[in-house]
């Protein structure tokens, strides 16, 4: 295949648009297994692969989420049909023996706090993106977000754990009748350079 | 569209890989243009858009930029039709007046380094994810790297400007006769969890 078809590019791109308001529809646990399988494949550091999700969607977890949501965040989190919560391993470098070929690079990390936080924060942010990408391949629609509060999230969520948040995410069925118009996008003349 | 088909998703997840070893085959600036105009529709924090690229495609810019580079990176870069330096503008926020509804959008930045710094780099990364897969769903390959001198090189190349670099991605039609096999992506139980 030398490119995707149109109708990739725009369900992928150029149609997708940010939702805040959900259809009746709920998402599968399947669905969000599919779209993790998808983004898992996408290139990390030294395949360090940092993000771990939390998907929020029982009505206790939700519960407990609330009031870690910042106010404008909160009821269109509360009515979405699953909530990711991105968040980063801080000892993803235990890993690397079984992830990546080059022996050394556990210790390119392993106590080492200022490349460990910038890794895993890069790269878990990444493959949320994928994640993101992947979802709407899938047809479902994202509604990302970093209004909330982390510290909060980690206390009530990943206390005890090597988990730390990231930025979150609600996924479902957007009802497209509520979207407004999109915001605009800088053009290729003001963003980039070729040199 | 319900989902992307088998072929789209193969194109951009299953069967991409991270290349090295490139073809002898140009990549045209309106190819680069095309990707980032796809890339530019993926969601960023309150439309904020702190993505910058330079693309290094010259002789000149590749003889400026090859000291900077690990020496790990350098042979495959100076081979590369061309690299992107994924940079953000470290004033981003200047432009949210235009770029969002909301008119208090500049005032959660400006003099706030640790909301800036937190802000650009987790959002110029989402968008540099969304340009590589954009690349990909062009047909074109990537190879992302991080391991570079990000000091040096925005003296080389941004000095006396608020680009500031994240990290780098050469861009071409990869050979895929010397692509080593795929390095193990986590399961989904090992890195996600549904609550």
Request: hydrophobic content about 40%; overall charge positive; some cysteine.
């Amino acid at each position: 295949m030398e490119r995707a078809d149109d109708a990739a590019l725009d369900l992928l791109f150029r149609e997708a648009r940010t939702h805040s308001k959900w259809l009746e529809k709920p998402v599968p646990d399947a669905l969000l297994r599919q779209a993790y399988e998808l983004a898992r494949m996408g290139p990390t550091s030294g395949n360090c692969q940092p993000l771990r999700i939390l998907f929020v969607t029982s009505a206790e977890a939700k519960k407990k989420f609330e009031p870690c949501l910042s106010e404008g965040n909160r009821a269109k989190t509360m009515a979405a049909p699953a909530t990711a919560i991105f968040a980063m391993d801080m000892e993803f470098y235990e890993l690397m023996p079984r992830l990546f070929h080059d022996p050394t690079a556990r210790s390119w990390f392993a106590g080492k706090p200022a490349a460990i936080e910038e890794t895993a924060f890069r790269n878990s942010t990444l493959q949320a993106a994928y994640f993101m990408l992947a979802c709407r391949s899938l047809g479902l629609d994202c509604g990302p977000m970093s209004g909330f509060d982390k510290q909060k999230t980690d206390a009530v969520f990943f206390s005890g754990t090597t988990w730390r948040s990231n930025f979150i995410c609600n996924i479902g069925y957007g009802d497209k009748s509520a979207l407004h118009p999109r915001n605009p996008r800088l053009d290729f003349a003001e963003s980039c350079k070729i040199a």
